[in-house]
């Protein structure tokens, strides 16, 4: 969500922010509304001030045994008058959030310009690709051996799903551990346990709805399933005044995702890349303006921190304002090689919010000081990491030339002293 008095501040650089983005002006209309909005309040606000002085007039009147018929009256008309009023606010009122809440977060300045993923900026790349004596495997091939049935998964619940077997089962269940384990360990984030079903608003903080509903599943009385653990933890702090002293204030949870690959058509289509429900470990962060950019240091540090005791080349890029979310004004990309493939592909995601997220919660936090002024909480979110994701690149990486993958030496403790995983 935007806050208006910037936009009336500055009309043009609001359009020149969306433009970046690829959009289209918005000023225009959203002013237009809100001095209707203002206007009808300032009726209002009149017609309610006149309400209250003519009935102290009628009071006095009637204390003096003067006649008060006229003022009487005067009273009825405007009764009649202020509820409609009330709702001409209201509706007014619902115009002008619709059209805030349609538009994305404005890009950051640095955040590179360009329409799609090529505009995008690699700026740190870490290890080394590794090498082969045979031809790499891509992830789905090496993972039918070791107990990933797609076809069980199929019949079960159709495309986009797996089943996992044995150890093979076990990897997985071991790196989200791992995962979590380390973000609370180290990254000093607090283990959440969360709720996988979320209301309408919840939905609406975060920035999900009301553009994207289409990417998410909605069960029968109106609840989503989350996307991602951001929806439910970003949102315990909706509509609280959280104290400034309180902040940085730094969440992780481990809980199965629910996406419906809305426009995926065509990508990923076998595999473990791209599914409709996964598992992943995220991490969120609330904080005030001045602590955003740590914030955001220290969360990619963090999912870094995943990948490199994992062993796996990894390289981070900064996304171009075609590329970002929407409620994201900065935003960074992990991307983890991937040696059957030959590609680079994404497994984290980092974004700084800024105060969008805020807003559309109503997520405040009051200055230190006891006349300290209150002001909306900045967000960020990423993966620590997608789980599903991370299997992949470790089945990838990993594999031998006989089918076997060996288990990466951070994992072992999670693995009830196994250490590879066989045909």
């Not at 289409?214 to 929806?231: H, N, Q, S, V």
Request: proline share 6%; net charge negative; hydrophobic share 40%.
């Amino acid at each position: 969500m935007h806050d208006i008095k910037l936009i009336r501040a500055d009309p043009a650089a609001f359009d020149a922010g969306l433009a970046r983005r690829g959009g289209a002006p918005a000023s225009p209309a959203i002013l237009a509304a809100d001095s209707k909005l203002r206007a009808i309040q300032t009726e209002l606000q009149a017609a309610l001030a006149s309400r209250n002085e003519r009935s102290r007039e009628i009071g006095m009147a009637k204390a003096k045994g003067q006649a008060a018929e006229a003022l009487m009256a005067e009273v009825a008309l405007l009764k009649e008058r202020i509820p409609g009023l009330e709702a001409d606010e209201r509706a007014a009122a619902a115009e002008v959030e619709t059209l805030l809440a349609a538009l994305p977060n404005l890009p950051a300045p640095e955040a590179p310009d360009g329409a799609d993923e090529t505009a995008n900026i690699v700026v740190h790349s870490h290890g080394e690709k590794p090498v082969f004596d045979f031809p790499p495997l891509e992830h789905d091939a090496v993972a039918a051996r070791l107990g990933y049935d797609p076809d069980a998964a199929a019949r079960i619940a159709g495309a986009r799903f797996a089943v996992l077997r044995g150890p093979l089962a076990r990897l997985q269940r071991a790196l989200g551990q791992f995962m979590l384990d380390r973000q609370t360990a180290v990254g000093g984030y607090q283990e959440t346990s969360v709720p996988l079903l979320v209301r309408a608003d919840a939905a609406y903080g975060t920035g999900q709805l009301p553009k994207f509903e289409e990417d998410l599943f909605k069960t029968t009385d109106g609840r989503y399933l989350i996307p991602t653990a951001e929806m439910p933890l970003t949102n315990l702090v909706r509509e609280q005044l959280l104290d400034e002293d309180s902040l940085p204030l730094r969440l992780t949870a481990l809980t199965p995702c629910f996406r419906s690959e809305a426009g995926s058509a065509g990508r990923d289509t076998k595999g473990l890349i791209r599914q409709h429900q996964f598992e992943k470990v995220e991490l969120v962060a609330i904080c005030t303006p001045e602590q955003a950019a740590a914030e955001h240091a220290h969360m990619i540090a963090s999912a870094e921190a995943i990948l490199e005791a994992l062993g796996l080349c990894y390289r981070r890029l900064m996304l171009c304002t075609g590329d970002m979310g929407a409620s994201a004004r900065l935003t960074y990309d992990l991307e983890v090689w991937l040696p059957g493939q030959g590609a680079y592909r994404e497994i984290s995601s980092i974004s700084d919010c800024g105060d969008f997220q805020g807003r559309r919660m109503n997520a405040r936090y009051k200055a230190r000081g006891e006349k300290g002024s209150k002001g909306h909480v900045h967000t960020l979110n990423g993966s620590g990491l997608a789980v599903g994701r991370t299997l992949v690149a470790v089945l990838e990486n990993y594999q031998r030339a006989d089918g076997s993958v060996i288990i990466p030496a951070v994992l072992l403790p999670y693995m009830n002293g196994v250490t590879e995983l066989r045909p």
